[in-house]
C-alpha cells in the first residue's frame, strides 16, 4: 500500500516506519505541528523532535513533510482540555488527540494526497472480522495503548496501520540501534499531547484564572488552603501542604473530592481511606467502536486509567450515550473527566467519559451541609 507514517521524532514511529518499508509499502512521512506557543521556559521539544524525525528519514529514504493543524487542534482538542479544567474535572487530551487531529486531521490529509492508509507508533492492533474492524491489545501489556485510541470509529480503523502490534518496546529499541537511528536511546515523551513536557501549574494559568480556596477534612474543618481546585485531581498527594499536624498524625493526606461549589478541597488521611474509593461510575459521552454495545447488560472488563490492570465489571447501557459501570472490588481515585474503557479480553469495545465525581459516601459528607 502507499502508506503515510505520522513521524514524531520518537523511536517508535521511526521503527513503524522501517516495517512498512520491509513489508513491501510505498513509505512516506509527515511531521505534524500542532502547537504555535512557544514557551522558552517550558522544555517543548518540538524543534529537536523535527530535527529527530529529519534524520530518521535521512536514514530510510523516506520523503517527509511537515504539515500544521494548529488551528484544529486548539479548536477539537485545547479548547475542551480548558473548558474540563475550568469546570473542576481532569481530562486526558490524548485520547482526543487521536480521534480528532492524529485519525482525523492528519488521516484526511494523507487520503487527499493520493495515500491509502496511515500509520502510527502505536503500540495497538486492529482486524478485520465479520463483525467489521475490531481493536485489540497490543502484544507488549506494558506499552499497549488502546485506551488512547478507544474512540477511533469503523472509518478510521479501516484506514489505519499499527506495525507494532507484535512486537514489545525492547525489541523496537534493539531495531533502532541495529539500524543505527539517531533516536535508538532518546527517551519515550511524555507530557501534554503535542505540547511536550511543561512546569504544567504555571502552564495551565496562562490560560485559566486560578481560584483559591479551603483545603477542609470530611466534618468541614479547615486545615489549609487550595491555589485552585483545577490544580489537583482525586488521589493526588503531592503539593497539599499539610505535612507536619501534630494533631492529626504522620498519614500523608490525599484528594477525595472537589466540591465546585464550595470551591473546597476534601481531602482524607491514609493512602486506603475508604472515601477514595468507588465501586461504580457513570461513563458519558459512550463511544462503541464496533458502532454499538454487545448487550444492554454485559459483563466485561474495564479501566480507568492507562496500564490499569483491566478490573472485572458488570455494564449497564443507560442510554443517551450513557453507560452504568459496576466494578467487582472498589477502584481507587475515579477522577472526572478521565475516561472509562471497557474491554472483552483483548479486545477494546469503547469507552466514555467518567461523569461529575460522587460525594465520599459512606462518610457522613454532605454538599448542603457543609457549604456555606
Same mark, same amino acid.
Given at each position: 500500500?502507499?502508506?503515510?507514517?505520522?513521524?514524531?521524532?520518537?523511536?517508535?514511529?521511526?521503527?513503524?516506519?522501517?516495517?512498512?518499508?520491509?513489508?513491501?509499502?510505498?513509505?512516506?512521512?509527515?511531521y505534524m505541528k500542532n502547537w504555535e506557543e512557544d514557551d522558552t521556559q517550558g522544555r517543548c521539544s518540538a524543534a529537536e523532535d523535527l530535527e529527530y524525525a529529519e534524520a530518521v528519514c535521512a536514514r530510510l529514504g523516506v520523503g517527509l513533510e511537515r504539515v500544521n493543524f494548529s488551528d484544529r487542534y486548539w479548536e477539537r482538542v485545547f479548547e475542551r482540555f480548558l473548558a474540563e479544567y475550568?469546570?473542576?474535572?481532569?481530562?486526558?487530551?490524548?485520547?482526543?488527540?487521536?480521534?480528532?487531529?492524529?485519525?482525523?486531521?492528519?488521516?484526511?490529509?494523507?487520503?487527499?494526497?493520493?495515500?491509502?492508509?496511515?500509520?502510527?507508533?502505536?503500540?495497538?492492533?486492529?482486524?478485520?472480522?465479520?463483525?467489521?474492524?475490531?481493536?485489540?491489545?497490543?502484544?507488549?501489556?506494558?506499552?499497549?495503548?488502546?485506551?488512547?485510541?478507544?474512540?477511533?470509529?469503523?472509518?478510521?480503523?479501516?484506514?489505519?496501520?499499527?506495525?507494532?502490534?507484535?512486537?514489545?518496546?525492547?525489541?523496537? !529499541?534493539?531495531?533502532? !540501534?541495529?539500524?543505527?537511528?539517531?533516536?535508538?536511546?532518546?527517551?519515550?515523551?511524555?507530557?501534554?499531547?503535542?505540547?511536550?513536557?511543561?512546569?504544567?501549574?504555571?502552564?495551565?494559568?496562562?490560560?485559566?484564572?486560578?481560584?483559591?480556596?479551603?483545603?477542609?477534612?470530611?466534618?468541614?474543618?479547615?486545615?489549609?488552603?487550595?491555589?485552585?481546585?483545577?490544580?489537583?485531581?482525586?488521589?493526588?498527594?503531592?503539593?497539599?501542604?499539610?505535612?507536619?499536624?501534630?494533631?492529626?498524625?504522620?498519614?500523608?493526606?490525599?484528594?477525595?473530592?472537589?466540591?465546585?461549589?464550595?470551591?473546597?478541597?476534601?481531602?482524607?488521611?491514609?493512602?486506603?481511606?475508604?472515601?477514595?474509593?468507588?465501586?461504580?461510575?457513570?461513563?458519558?459521552?459512550?463511544?462503541?467502536?464496533?458502532?454499538?454495545?454487545?448487550?444492554?447488560?454485559?459483563?466485561?472488563?474495564?479501566?480507568?486509567?492507562?496500564?490499569?490492570?483491566?478490573?472485572?465489571?458488570?455494564?449497564?447501557?443507560?442510554?443517551?450515550?450513557?453507560?452504568?459501570?459496576?466494578?467487582?472490588?472498589?477502584?481507587?481515585?475515579?477522577?472526572?473527566?478521565?475516561y472509562v474503557v471497557l474491554y472483552n479480553g483483548r479486545e477494546c469495545l469503547g469507552g466514555g467519559v467518567i461523569e461529575t465525581d460522587v460525594e465520599p459516601s459512606g462518610t457522613g459528607w454532605s454538599i448542603a451541609s457543609k457549604t456555606a
Amino acid at each position: 500500500m502507499r502508506v503515510v507514517v505520522g513521524l514524531s521524532g520518537g523511536v517508535d514511529s521511526a521503527v513503524a516506519a522501517w516495517l512498512l518499508q520491509r513489508q513491501g509499502h510505498t513509505v512516506r512521512a509527515v511531521y505534524m505541528k500542532n502547537w504555535e506557543e512557544d514557551d522558552t521556559q517550558g522544555r517543548c521539544s518540538a524543534a529537536e523532535d523535527l530535527e529527530y524525525a529529519e534524520a530518521v528519514c535521512a536514514r530510510l529514504g523516506v520523503g517527509l513533510e511537515r504539515v500544521n493543524f494548529s488551528d484544529r487542534y486548539w479548536e477539537r482538542v485545547f479548547e475542551r482540555f480548558l473548558a474540563e479544567y475550568a469546570a473542576g474535572r481532569t481530562p486526558n487530551p490524548d485520547v482526543l488527540c487521536n480521534s480528532e487531529i492524529k485519525f482525523r486531521a492528519f488521516l484526511e490529509y494523507a487520503l487527499g494526497r493520493g495515500a491509502e492508509a496511515v500509520a502510527t507508533g502505536h503500540y495497538a492492533r486492529r482486524e478485520h472480522t465479520a463483525r467489521g474492524w475490531r481493536l485489540y491489545r497490543a502484544t507488549d501489556p506494558d506499552k499497549d495503548q488502546t485506551y488512547f485510541l478507544h474512540r477511533l470509529d469503523q472509518a478510521q480503523l479501516a484506514r489505519a496501520v499499527f506495525p507494532l502490534a507484535s512486537v514489545t518496546k525492547a525489541q523496537v !529499541r534493539a531495531i533502532a !540501534r541495529r539500524l543505527g537511528l539517531p533516536n535508538a536511546g532518546r527517551p519515550d515523551s511524555t507530557g501534554i499531547c503535542f505540547i511536550g513536557e511543561r512546569r504544567f501549574d504555571a502552564f495551565l494559568e496562562r490560560f485559566l484564572p486560578a481560584r483559591p480556596g479551603e483545603i477542609v477534612d470530611l466534618d468541614g474543618t479547615v486545615l489549609g488552603r487550595h491555589r485552585g481546585l483545577l490544580f489537583y485531581t482525586i488521589g493526588q498527594r503531592k503539593g497539599l501542604g499539610l505535612g507536619g499536624r501534630p494533631d492529626r498524625g504522620q498519614a500523608p493526606w490525599y484528594v477525595a473530592y472537589k466540591d465546585i461549589a464550595g470551591n473546597r478541597l476534601v481531602v482524607v488521611q491514609g493512602h486506603d481511606h475508604p472515601a477514595l474509593f468507588r465501586d461504580r461510575l457513570v461513563g458519558a459521552d459512550f463511544h462503541w467502536i464496533a458502532g454499538g454495545p454487545p448487550a444492554r447488560r454485559f459483563t466485561a472488563q474495564a479501566r480507568i486509567r492507562h496500564r490499569q490492570p483491566l478490573q472485572p465489571c458488570r455494564v449497564e447501557v443507560a442510554g443517551a450515550g450513557r453507560v452504568r459501570v459496576c466494578f467487582q472490588s472498589p477502584q481507587r481515585a475515579v477522577a472526572a473527566g478521565q475516561y472509562v474503557v471497557l474491554y472483552n479480553g483483548r479486545e477494546c469495545l469503547g469507552g466514555g467519559v467518567i461523569e461529575t465525581d460522587v460525594e465520599p459516601s459512606g462518610t457522613g459528607w454532605s454538599i448542603a451541609s457543609k457549604t456555606a
